[in-house]
């Protein structure tokens, strides 16, 4: 795809045609961007150019792994006291929502460094009406990596792939509370994993994150990633090139949902106040875009503070922190 700048227009070349426009928000992933996916002519100036190499972003895969019902969701804990009779009465306490598997030792060698994190989706306190009996197990690095490899090849549908994430995890979930081999309730009936670092039109990986770094200059200039993102973020405002995605978004937001969800209104604000429809008057693009830099870096701020309200408010979390998307 190649973007190109035409006078006061803006042409969008593709496989269907050429398109022309006003203004052109590109929303693809961060990771298109670092490997040349989209092309914009003439050449992005080298500030931009270097902000977009410089950033990083991950290679988290997540597995969604779902049973008859959460076997998983209460374990019994015996009573302080005793009945009559011997009986001990017992009572329950909910499964912890966050499990991280450290140093396994029943797994192979190589796979005993891999941090495999996992978060039960069936807690009705957490999730309400959309609780599922559903385990989501988060993967990154060479455990990610291995992970898809073992899939790749496979429809998602076929009994091989099934067969495959099961012998790869059971491991893991056969270790929850009440869990007993060859139980229907503790045999998963489906599983869906993501592939998103070897998907191309992902960028070969998941979202933005802050990598340690071997170095800290490129080119003898010290890396300032905070300002490449906010340079990414400004875009090319004098071409009508304007950037959204959840590599732009606020910085409480990177790489939510949410941030990019926020970064597509931002990017919305900053092309109307650079055409003089957000206050009634023109801006200038210089103008627009360090005004929405400001905005954009404070935003996730005030969403956070609407949401530690003093006790008596109505602000809600849900309320103060948007779910779009």
């Keep these: 795809m190649l973007i190109e700048s035409q006078g006061p227009k803006i042409v969008v070349s593709t496989e269907n045609g050429d398109f022309k426009f006003d203004e052109v928000v590109v929303t693809i992933p961060l990771g298109c961007l670092k490997r040349g996916?989209?092309?914009?002519?003439?050449?992005?100036?080298?500030?931009?150019?270097r902000a977009i190499q410089n950033a990083s972003y991950s290679s988290l895969e997540k597995v969604y792994i779902s049973f008859p019902l959460d076997f998983w969701g209460y374990v019994p804990t015996p009573a302080a006291t005793t009945r009559e009779g011997g009986n001990s009465p017992t009572s329950s306490i909910a499964t912890p929502s966050f499990t991280h598997f450290l140093n396994p030792q029943y797994v192979p060698?190589?796979?005993?460094?891999?941090?495999?994190e996992l978060v039960p989706l069936s807690s009705k306190d957490h999730f309400g009406s959309l609780a599922q009996p559903t385990l989501l197990f988060s993967l990154y690095g060479p455990c990610a990596a291995y992970v898809t490899s073992l899939i790749q090849n496979l429809s998602p549908n076929s009994a091989e792939y099934f067969d495959t994430l099961v012998g790869f995890f059971r491991p893991y979930y056969s270790l929850l509370p009440n869990y007993k081999a060859g139980c229907p309730e503790c045999m998963p009936n489906a599983i869906l994993a993501t592939n998103w670092?070897?998907?191309?039109?992902?960028?070969?990986?998941?979202?933005?994150?802050?990598?340690?770094?071997?170095?800290?200059?490129?080119?003898?200039?010290?890396?300032h990633l905070d300002e490449d993102i906010r340079t990414t973020r400004a875009g090319l405002p004098d071409r009508g090139i304007w950037f959204a995605g959840e590599h732009t978004a606020p910085f409480i937001a990177i790489g939510t949902t949410t941030g990019a969800y926020w970064s597509g209104e931002s990017a919305?604000?900053?092309?109307?106040?650079?055409?003089?429809?957000?206050?009634g008057q023109a801006q200038s693009p210089d103008l627009a875009r360090n005004t929405e830099a400001s905005r954009d870096d404070v935003q996730g701020v005030h969403v956070l503070q609407d949401a530690i309200s003093p006790a008596g408010t109505d602000t809600s979390p849900q309320e103060a922190f948007p779910t779009h998307g």
Excluded: C, H, M, R
């Excluded at 992902?202 to 080119?219: P, R």
């Design 268 to 279: 919305a604000v900053k092309i109307l106040a650079a055409n003089g429809l957000l206050s």
């Design 109 to 116: 060698d190589e796979q005993k460094s891999w941090a495999i």
């Design 37 to 49: 996916t989209l092309n914009i002519d003439p050449q992005i100036p080298l500030p931009l150019y």
């Design 197 to 223: 670092q070897n998907d191309e039109l992902a960028g070969n990986g998941s979202y933005t994150n802050f990598q340690i770094s071997d170095y800290s200059q490129v080119e003898g200039e010290e890396v």
